[in-house]
């Protein structure tokens, strides 16, 4: 069975400090990735997703992810942290390219300190 | 261009109760799938709809049934409830065509006293 694994429950940076979130998938085929933030009291947004293709990937709020299959990593990172990234971050896997059946990581939360 | 909502926000039923939840989906999805996300944990695959079909089932027991409109939207059901069934519930929409993210709800949290 496919698992996503993200290190860190909990990740605290400085205001402008670079921001990493680490995500692993466990799959021998490489899957669709996704990551998305959720906010409190509220759902899921998409940050960035990667299919097929350039596997440096730009998101959204200066995001961006790099796909690395020798690794089986997916991490998510920003140059420079703003106070509005502190939210819950979550890593998702499928390997339906129609929606089926999205694996979803545990989740990390970041603080961001003025 | 309308976003996938849900409702109710917020529910409270007793143990041995059934709930019907609420999902419309994004204007121009004809999928929608159901997550079940405990507190501090990530969301959980219940199942999806497509064309007013279940298409895709996550690791959930029969209590837990759904159906999809022509109008695409959908509904969750969950009988004889447990206290363990206390989650934020999600809802998603995509339009089903390949690579296509998931555009969530803004979810309904059900408690089970």
């Known amino acids: 069975a496919q698992s996503v694994t993200q290190l860190g429950s909990h990740v605290s940076v400085s205001e402008g400090a670079l921001v990493l979130l680490r995500c692993n998938y466990s799959?021998?085929?490489?899957?669709?990735l996704f990551w998305y933030v959720q906010y409190p009291n509220q759902g899921l947004q998409l940050l960035l997703k990667?299919?097929?293709?350039?596997?440096l990937v730009k998101g959204i709020n200066g995001f961006e992810a790099e796909f690395k299959k020798s690794e089986t990593s997916f991490h998510l990172t920003k140059p420079s942290a703003h106070m509005s990234d502190a939210a819950e971050y979550f890593c998702?896997?499928?390997?339906?390219?129609?929606?089926?059946?999205?694996?979803f990581g545990p989740g990390t939360r970041l603080s961001v300190l003025p | 261009e309308t976003g996938v909502t849900q409702s109710p926000t917020h529910l409270i039923k007793t143990r041995g109760q059934q709930v019907t939840l609420r999902c419309s989906s994004q204007?121009?999805?004809?999928?929608v799938s159901w997550y079940q996300q405990a507190l501090g944990q990530g969301p959980q695959f219940i199942f999806q709809?497509?064309?007013?079909?279940?298409?895709g089932r996550g690791n959930f027991p029969p209590r837990f049934s759904g159906l999809q409109f022509p109008n695409y939207s959908s509904e969750l059901n969950v009988n004889a409830l447990e206290l363990d069934d206390s989650a934020l519930y999600l809802c998603?929409?995509?339009?089903?065509?390949?690579?296509?993210?998931?555009?969530f709800g803004n979810g309904t949290r059900l408690t089970v006293t």
């Open positions: 709809y497509y064309r007013e079909e279940e298409n």
């Open positions: 998702a896997v499928t390997f339906s390219p129609y929606g089926q059946n999205f694996v």
């Open positions: 990667y299919t097929t293709g350039a596997t």
């Open positions: 998603a929409s995509s339009s089903g065509t390949a690579n296509s993210p998931l555009h």
């Open positions: 204007s121009g999805h004809n999928t």
């Open positions: 799959s021998s085929v490489p899957p669709y």
